[in-house]
């Protein structure tokens, strides 16, 4: 008969405990976009940039997806957060510059390929200080509302437009080239600048019952039109985009001059009561020259 060990069946020496699914679920879409990304960088490789730039437009739909949906399934976790991260690094750092060093910028050899590592490093940093910001607890409410910098996904989709007006026709030359790379340099510097730019995390989360029906309809119409007609659409939206970030700087000025009138009119509401304790304790000292009889000349 064989002899079992004593810990067998022991729930106090188990190692393991269960995953709720609740959690794993949205990680499981971040690995998907991790594959979109690889899967861009290796259509990169093979020349077959229809697909990279899908890949990465696949990749940012996805990194859209799996906050919401960790918030909508109470299953953020520290892990979440972390894989997230690494995983827009690769997305939207890595690819979309290798993708435009082997598109074009390798033609400008060592000076494309130090732009496609400044975009890489700056989507690095941007990352890193969307981490540090997102803890500080000193952040008033509503700068929620608002990225600091272009996001890492949004800089993707932007710095890839050069291909997409090649896609629609414009022709590929040396002045071209150049223009890339100072316009690639442009975005990085936009990802890792101190620019307000419009979050969109509180837009979405309730919708009025007379405007589902509205909103489905939008959603699938826009999906229907991108894969219509990718290049016309990702021209419009990347124009659109950096066309509205100067709407983001001027209502994030907005917020804060209402926030420092708040402040000021919550500092004034607390000053009269010392005000007043002055005010009464010089009316004493007067007082008493009322109470004494005047002087007649």
């Known amino acids: 008969m064989a002899i079992l060990p004593k810990s067998f069946g022991d729930p106090r020496r188990r190692r393991f405990r269960r995953i709720p699914v609740r959690t794993l679920a949205p990680n499981v879409v971040t690995l998907l976009a991790l594959c979109a990304g690889l899967t861009a960088i290796r259509m990169a490789f093979e020349n077959r940039y229809v697909l990279a730039v899908a890949a990465i437009v696949f990749a940012a739909i996805l ?11 109470k299953g953020t976790s520290r ?3 972390e894989l997230d991260s690494l995983s827009d690094f690769v997305n939207f750092g890595v690819a979309p510059a ?13 000076a494309g390929w130090i732009a496609a590592m400044v975009f890489a490093i700056c989507g690095s940093l941007r990352l890193a200080r969307f981490n540090v910001m997102s803890e500080d607890p000193d952040r008033p409410v509503w700068a929620a509302n608002f990225f600091v910098g272009i996001p890492a996904p949004a800089g ?14 414009v022709p590929r030359s040396g002045f071209l080239t150049w223009l890339t790379l100072l316009y690639t340099l442009a975005i990085a510097l936009l990802m890792v600048s101190r620019l307000p730019v419009f979050s969109g995390k509180r837009v979405g989360t309730r919708v009025p019952p007379e405007m589902v029906g509205p909103l489905i309809l939008l959603v ?20 659109a985009y950096l066309g509205c970030l100067p709407l983001g700087y001027l209502s994030y000025r907005n917020y804060e001059r209402r926030s420092a009138e708040a402040h000021a009119e919550a500092t004034a509401a607390q000053t009269p009561g010392v005000v007043v304790n002055m005010v009464r304790t010089g009316n004493n000292d007067h007082r008493d020259d009322h109470d004494r009889p005047s002087r007649r000349n």
């Not at 290798?98 to 060592?110: A, G, M, P, T, V």
């Not at 993707?156 to 026709?169: D, N, R, S, W």
């Not at 699938?220 to 124009?239: E, K, R």
């Open 156 to 169: 993707a989709i932007t710095v890839l437009l050069p291909i997409y007006l090649v896609f629609l026709g």
């Open 79 to 81: 892990f979440g957060a």
């Open 220 to 239: 699938v119409l826009s999906f229907a039109l991108l894969i219509a007609y990718p290049w016309i659409m990702l021209t419009a939206g990347t124009l």
């Open 98 to 110: 290798l993708i435009l060093y082997f598109w074009d910028l390798h033609d400008l050899k060592s």
């Open 63 to 73: 990194d859209g997806l799996d906050g919401r949906l960790a918030r909508f399934l």
